[in-house]
């Protein structure tokens, strides 16, 4: 049974640059989260997409949206790139939408922006 | 919005020992506190989660309490082992999962 996944593993982009994550949830699962998670720090809710639909969202800008496709997979796109974006970008991917729904995380994205 | 402290940011301890991670909560309405580990360059594990209704949970040598009139819950590892040297984060839900900041557990041999 094959867990979440998400590619690519590591990506380096630029100030000013554009960047997009992507994330096949565990099997059996119609709910994808995205979280990011600072060096030492725990993860932060982006956003939660439930039936292609955004369905729930953190405190991050527009700069961050996302996409989910039929097959429940989803993209995470990140615009105008900033220093500070510099994180791990986490996927989880649960039974159900709604916080309460236990979660299961992929290895992540680690994304560097010079 | 949720807030979420842990306490401590770091723990050593020798293996056999017990380990304890506190963790308290500000939203009232927080109904669900899981537990996650997370290894180096590793997305987080789940490894124990407990709801409201619940005040204590074991699962092996892990065992998570849950007092929600002190707005707190806690982790406890017994029997601790190498293998356990992680960071542990604590979680708990409101309008969405709020973490913790962590507690990077060592087990020395």
């Known amino acids: 049974d094959a867990g979440v996944t998400q590619s690519p593993t590591h990506l380096i982009k630029t100030r000013g640059q554009q960047v997009t994550l992507r994330c096949s949830p565990k099997?059996?699962?119609?709910?994808v989260s995205w979280y990011q998670q600072a060096l030492g720090q725990g993860p932060q809710f982006i956003f939660q997409?439930?039936?292609?639909?955004?369905?729930q969202r953190g405190n991050f800008p527009d700069r961050f949206s996302g996409h989910q496709f039929p097959n429940y997979s989803s993209e995470l796109n990140v615009n105008a790139l900033l220093l500070g974006d510099s994180a791990l970008y986490l996927c989880?991917?649960?039974?159900?939408?709604?916080?309460?729904?236990?979660?299961?995380f992929g290895p992540g994205t680690r994304l560097l922006v010079l | 919005g949720e807030n979420v402290e842990q306490h401590p940011s770091t723990l050593s301890v020798q293996e056999g020992d017990s380990a304890v991670i506190k963790c308290t909560y500000s939203?009232?309405?927080?109904?669900?506190f899981p537990w996650y580990k997370q290894e180096l360059g590793k997305g987080p594990q789940l490894i124990i989660d407990?709801?409201?209704?619940?005040g204590e949970k074991k699962d092996q040598r892990i065992a998570v309490t849950l007092n929600k009139t002190a707005k707190h819950f806690s982790l406890h590892i017994t029997e601790t082992q190498p293998e356990d040297s992680a960071v542990y984060f604590c979680?708990?839900?409101?309008?969405?999962?709020?973490f913790g900041a962590g507690t990077r557990l060592t087990v020395k041999p």
């Open positions: 997409y439930y039936e292609e639909e955004e369905r």
């Open positions: 939203d009232s309405a927080s109904n669900y």
């Open positions: 099997s059996g699962h119609d709910t």
């Open positions: 979680a708990a839900t409101g309008n969405d999962m709020r």
């Open positions: 407990i709801r409201s209704n619940v």
């Open positions: 989880a991917s649960s039974l159900a939408p709604g916080p309460e729904e236990t979660q299961y």
